[in-house]
């Protein structure tokens, strides 16, 4: 496993977080707007000029499933690029994979030490084949930005199959996801474990068929202007199961969660436990 950050220190909300704020209040928009509108993003009108477009490393709308899939691992894995979705759907095949998993039974899209940028346009989006599987598992890695992340399935999940979130973020330290949209999942809609300081700025979740949003065993989480609706757990949760340990041997902690709104839970709207 991958040496975490110490995280005993409170984090500092500040940077692009906060100047993105100030620039949807100049603008009118106003940051609970944006989180009401999923992928409608104002971040696509001042494109980072290091950036590389998602076509030019063979994703693309033009793509079937699995050459999107094979591509996207490909490029994100150990990199620290910043990585620009343009308006369109990004077939991605998420299914068993029969003949990638062996003897995996557990095969997953498994992007490990992208330090990078993700950011995707109004109008692009992720379309997931399997409404059974999860999405994609990021793993470890420090300071990975996900801006505009948007995701549907071909087919809306009808049953709750467990681990399968639609985005799981394993043993990140300071992760920014801003502006989601997450319209289905299996299980959790966004799910963070074992993260360092990790953030969602403006999300909005629907339709899970588990929480809404949910950080497991993490240090000091943090979430904003958050809506979630018809999640077939809790809305928003912070769980601690004790693990993982720090150096010292006390447990993750902490978070800061503000202007949340949960519509339609089948449990509870925000929990926090242990």
Known sequence: ?????????????????RSRRDFLKLSGIGIAGVALLGGMTAFSLARRVDSVIASELGISPDNDGVTNRENLVKALSYDNRNVVFLPGDYVIDNSKAESERGLNDNFH??????????????????????NTRRGFVFHAGNGAKFKGLSSVFQTPPERRVIPEECFAFHYLDNILVEDAY????????LLFYGCVEPKVYGARILNTMADGLHFADCQDSRAENIYTENTGDDGLAFINYAEPAKPDGSAYSGGYATNITVKDSKARGIVTIG
Do not use: C, H, Q, Y
Not at 109 to 130: C, K, N, Q, Y
Not at 182 to 189: C, Q, R
């Open 1 to 17: 496993m991958p040496s975490k950050a110490k995280g005993n220190d409170a984090p500092s909300f500040s940077g692009k977080a």
């Open 109 to 130: 899209i498994a992007i490990d030490w992208f330090e990078g940028e993700l950011a995707m346009e109004s109008g692009a989006r992720f379309v997931f084949t399997d």
């Open 182 to 189: 997450i319209d289905g999942s299996t299980s959790v809609g």
